[in-house]
Nanobody, 119 residues
Framework: QVQLVESGGGLVQAGNSLRLSCVASGIIFSINDMGWYRRAPGKQRELVSTITSGGSTNYADSVKGRFTISRDNAKNTVHLQINSLKPEDAAVYYC?????????????WGQGTLVTVSS
């Protein structure tokens, strides 16, 4: 069973930076896509950024130029560097990983980490 643990959320002043991390544990053969999503209060969950096994990245228009996704395959970890935080970035951030474990294909979500932005 693959499990994800997220960290790095917190209360940050607008304009500052934050780095989110998500670590996968379990008997993992490979991880294909890694991604970050977020859900703001009263809104639906939205895609923030994804990164493929080959390193190709994708970003929501609202975060381009401010957010950077990266992955460490040796540590089964994905990071999200958030710069120039805006009040509208406040949300619960979730990581999502898709890959293959000893039990077959998996598509798992983290428990979420809260990012609060003060103006």
């Amino acid at each position: 069973q693959v499990q994800l643990v997220e960290s790095g959320g917190g209360l940050v002043q607008a304009g500052n930076s934050l780095r989110l991390s998500c670590v996968a544990s379990g008997i993992i053969f490979s991880i294909n896509d890694m991604g970050w999503y977020r859900r703001a209060p009263g809104k639906q969950r939205e895609l923030v950024s994804t990164i493929t096994s080959g390193g190709s990245t994708n970003y929501a228009d609202s975060v381009k130029g401010r957010f950077t996704i990266s992955r460490d395959n040796a540590k089964n970890t994905v990071h999200l560097q958030i710069n120039s935080l805006k009040p509208e970035d406040a949300a619960v951030y979730y990581c999502n990983l898709r890959g293959r474990s000893w039990r077959g294909n998996f598509d798992v979500w983290g428990q979420g980490t809260l990012v609060t932005v003060s103006s």
